[in-house]
């Protein structure tokens, strides 16, 4: 120790703690009105130490502890937990203006100037819907062509999953597909003529 203090002079060693203590204590501080949850936040890791290797029971273990709606960092995001149809019910139908948005990430944000599918939300995200709707009403959304094609590909795709029942649950599914086969096989009929 002596040396250490040789090297570093003493206000080095006071800004240092104190940029530690500052560290733990945002991490650890909830904000108000944000739903209870463990409350030992690692800086830049959050909760991510305390998880289990199978994050469904530990994600349980918080629930019972902390009830159907708990809150938690991933990283250094604060995330909140719904849990239970009612609660989730409740959020998304009652509250749906509070839980319609989507989170915003820096490097996404970065990449992609805010645009694109992934990070859209109000006017843009409201525009590219309403541009997305009228393509899949033009491909026959709503009639019974892409219905009876939709309903062949969820067959098939129950079918791969059911025969995949002895992988483990994290392995990938091949669902990527699904939307390709759907709407690859959809003939476009002019509706004008």
Not at 48 to 76: I, P, T
Not at 119 to 148: C, D, F, H, Y
Not at 178 to 184: I, M
């Amino acid at each position: 120790m002596a040396v250490l203090l040789e090297i570093l002079d003493v206000n080095t060693v006071i800004a240092l703690g104190v940029g530690v203590l500052s560290l733990w204590w945002f991490s650890v501080r909830r904000p108000a009105g944000v739903p209870p949850g463990p409350w030992l936040a690692v800086p830049l890791l959050g909760h991510l130490l305390l998880m289990k290797k199978d994050s469904r029971e530990q994600f349980a273990a918080w629930r019972r502890q902390y009830g159907d709606v708990f809150s938690l960092y991933l990283g250094s995001r604060l995330v909140v937990v719904l849990n239970g149809y009612k609660v989730i019910k409740d959020a998304l139908v009652k509250n749906a203006d509070a839980f319609s948005d989507r989170p915003h990430f820096f490097f996404l944000d970065l990449v992609t100037d805010s645009k694109g599918v992934l990070e859209t939300s109000g006017p843009i995200w409201k525009a590219q819907r309403k541009v997305s709707l009228e393509i899949l009403r033009e491909l026959g959304m709503g009639k019974n062509a892409l219905a009876e094609k939709i309903q062949e590909e969820v067959k098939e795709y129950t079918r791969v999953i059911s025969e995949s029942q002895d992988l483990p649950s994290y392995a990938p599914v091949p669902d990527a597909g699904l939307t390709k086969e759907v709407f690859s096989s959809v003939d476009v009929y002019d509706t004008n003529s």
